[in-house]
């Protein structure tokens, strides 16, 4: 169990966290090992490092919701009006409906007769607001650079990923804890989002907060002046955000067995004809009609909410409406008996 402590173990002030000698073992594999960081005050960090290299865990451990050996002492600023809280927004949404019980899973944003037993947006804020004691007027704002002002009512359910990803970031942009972690900030969302994003980052470190962004992305906040990654359980820095640019996109080289040449059953992959999808009253997909041949490789963009998500869930299965209109998988027609 990690000890946690109000106090550093070196007593120094200007130590907003102390690490000391931190392990991790997952499934008796060690994942963290005797891993020191130390962060000052003033100091916003970009963390980086492989899948699975242990960075979201360290985060979990730093916001206290996963123990851990070894030594951590977080020195809450006593005179500061923000919250003596280190934040952590995950890269995923646990769906909840109007009781509060954790009963969702995704793929049900997709079932109409779900969506009225959740929280709408708006519903979700004004709660989130009494429980922190925050004003509504003062997420406007926030609301407006993100783009999400127009979802006030809309349901949890109905949200895309990257839209559920934007109301987490809204609320921690709206808490302004004294540590902010992020896992993953850029995680479906679209350019012009990402670009507000680091702008409303910025401005929530000039007002005292400290950030820690667990990303491989190389467009990051300008606050972010200190850079480290994790590679084979330690903690490795460097100091130069250059050198963070240069090792976030060497960390993103494509995997080896994506290099390989597959070997197709089919010179077609998957097809769809006049597809039509819409969720109430709003139409995600409109006649869309795509064919995907052997040897080609898409990249498919969109604005939150523009359908990406909807698109794939008819390939892959999850949408209740995958049997519905004329999809093919490698050359043989949904509900054949392929």
Request: aromatic share 8%; charged share 20%.
């Amino acid at each position: 169990m990690n000890d946690r402590k109000s106090k550093s173990p070196l007593g120094d002030l200007g130590v907003l966290v102390n690490i000391q000698n931190l392990n991790l073992k997952y499934q008796q594999k060690p994942v963290l090992r005797d891993l020191n960081w130390t962060i000052n005050r003033s100091e916003n960090w970009a963390l980086s490092g492989v899948s699975g290299s242990g960075k979201t865990s360290l985060a979990k451990i730093i916001a206290g919701s996963l123990p851990a050996i070894g030594d951590i002492a977080i020195n809450f600023d006593k005179e500061s009006k923000l919250p003596a809280k280190a934040l952590l927004v995950e890269s995923w949404y646990q769906f909840k409906n109007i009781e509060g019980v954790a009963n969702f899973y995704y793929q049900q944003r997709y079932t109409s007769q779900q969506t009225k037993d959740t929280l709408t947006v708006h519903a979700e804020l004004v709660g989130y607001g009494k429980e922190n004691g925050l004003h509504l007027d003062q997420v406007e704002p926030i609301l407006e650079a993100l783009n999400f002002s127009s979802f006030a009512s809309s349901q949890l359910i109905e949200l895309s990923s990257g839209e559920h990803k934007k109301l987490q970031l809204v609320k921690a942009l709206w808490l302004k804890p004294q540590l902010l972690i992020i896992d993953q900030p850029y995680t479906g969302l679209d350019v012009l989002s990402r670009r507000n994003l680091n702008i409303l980052l910025d401005e929530i470190v000039a007002n005292g907060v400290q950030l820690i962004l667990i990303s491989n992305d190389s467009e990051l906040p300008s606050s972010i002046n200190r850079f480290a990654k994790i590679n084979e359980g330690q903690l490795v820095e460097t100091h130069k955000i250059e050198e963070a640019q240069t090792v976030a996109i060497q960390t993103k080289e494509i995997p080896s067995f994506l290099k390989e040449t597959p070997v197709y059953s089919s010179s077609q992959i998957a097809k769809m004809v006049n597809v039509n999808i819409s969720y109430g009253n709003k139409q995600v997909l409109k006649n869309i009609n795509w064919e995907v041949k052997a040897g080609e490789k898409w990249l498919l963009q969109g604005h939150n909410g523009s359908g990406k998500s909807t698109l794939l869930s008819l390939i892959n299965g999850d949408h209740p409406q995958s049997y519905a209109y004329e999809l093919y998988l490698f050359g043989n027609k949904r509900g054949s008996g392929e």
